[in-house]
């Protein structure tokens, strides 16, 4: 028969131990309709530049983009069971990459200038929106991380469209992000829809460039009566 819902095994809920002689408690379990949604935005900025000059004149250089990922999960039934070990469930997901950017070079022209384009560009750029299907793992231990990645081999590449990342963020990759201390005994009480959610920025400014990134999950349980 085909199986229809995942299992999670709650860490740090395991039931009391019964009585001697006494049957063991059953454990508890409390079912779930379980989404995930992401998204992650990364802008970067490289401010205008001198690189070198001559009789032509003062060269230099700028550039700027923007990357935001987002993903989403279909809801899917998750029967969540007390007892040890470290839960996982996976669900489907489908979102994009959206990735946009460019780097100018230019002259200021000098006295020796003998004319033609005072800019270009490092185009033609492929920068686009690229579907992309996502494999959510929700790790759950004190806190609980989403995990997004693609099938493996298919993370969205691009040829030609500049960007620039700060660490410990990979281009076209959500970043595990998790999430504060979260009780699992909750979802055992009084049936109610819980949001765990998880979130963090980051920010590298250098000599010649400025990268901040964005991260936001909210993981929602909604329980099937």
Same mark, same amino acid.
């Given at each position: 028969?085909?199986?229809?819902?995942?299992?999670?095994?709650?860490?740090?809920?395991?039931?009391?131990?019964?009585?001697?002689?006494?049957?063991?408690?059953?454990?508890?379990?409390?079912?779930?309709?379980?989404?995930? &949604?992401?998204? *992650?935005?990364?802008?970067?900025? $490289?401010?205008?530049?001198?690189?070198?000059? +001559?009789? $032509?004149? *003062?060269?230099?250089?700028? @550039?700027?983009?923007?990357?935001? &990922?987002? !993903?989403?999960?279909? *809801?899917?039934?998750?029967?969540?069971?007390?007892?040890?070990?470290?839960?996982?469930?996976?669900?489907?997901?489908?979102?994009?990459?959206?990735?946009? @950017?460019?780097?100018? !070079? @230019?002259?200021?022209?000098?006295?020796?200038?003998?004319?033609?384009?005072?800019?270009?560009?490092?185009?033609?750029?492929?920068?686009?929106?690229?579907?992309?299907?996502?494999?959510?793992?929700?790790?759950?231990?004190?806190?609980?991380?989403?995990?997004?990645?693609?099938?493996? @081999?298919?993370?969205?590449? !691009?040829?030609?469209?500049?960007?620039?990342?700060?660490?410990?963020?990979?281009?076209?990759? !959500?970043?595990?992000?998790?999430?504060?201390?979260?009780?699992?005994?909750?979802?055992?009480?009084?049936?109610?829809?819980?949001?765990?959610?998880?979130?963090? +920025?980051?920010?590298?400014?250098?000599?010649?460039?400025?990268? $901040?990134?964005?991260?936001?999950?909210?993981?929602?349980?909604?329980?099937?009566?």
């Amino acid at each position: 028969m085909k199986r229809t819902l995942s299992t999670l095994v709650i860490a740090g809920c395991a039931a009391a131990l019964a009585p001697a002689g006494a049957a063991a408690a059953k454990p508890r379990t409390a079912t779930f309709q379980v989404q995930v &949604i992401g998204t *992650q935005t990364t802008t970067w900025k $490289e401010p205008r530049r001198s690189l070198y000059g +001559d009789c $032509e004149g *003062q060269r230099w250089s700028e @550039g700027s983009g923007q990357e935001t &990922i987002e !993903f989403r999960t279909k *809801q899917r039934k998750v029967v969540i069971r007390e007892g040890g070990g470290r839960p996982k469930v996976r669900l489907a997901g489908r979102g994009t990459v959206d990735r946009t @950017g460019q780097r100018i !070079f @230019g002259i200021d022209p000098g006295p020796c200038f003998d004319g033609g384009p005072v800019t270009e560009d490092t185009g033609p750029y492929d920068c686009r929106v690229i579907g992309v299907d996502y494999v959510v793992d929700i790790d759950w231990a004190e806190t609980l991380a989403a995990v997004a990645n693609p099938p493996a @081999g298919r993370t969205p590449r !691009f040829e030609n469209c500049p960007h620039v990342a700060a660490y410990p963020v990979i281009p076209a990759k !959500f970043t595990v992000v998790r999430s504060k201390p979260f009780r699992a005994k909750a979802l055992f009480g009084k049936a109610k829809s819980h949001e765990v959610a998880g979130q963090a +920025d980051y920010r590298r400014d250098e000599q010649f460039s400025s990268t $901040e990134t964005r991260v936001r999950w909210t993981i929602r349980f909604k329980p099937v009566k």
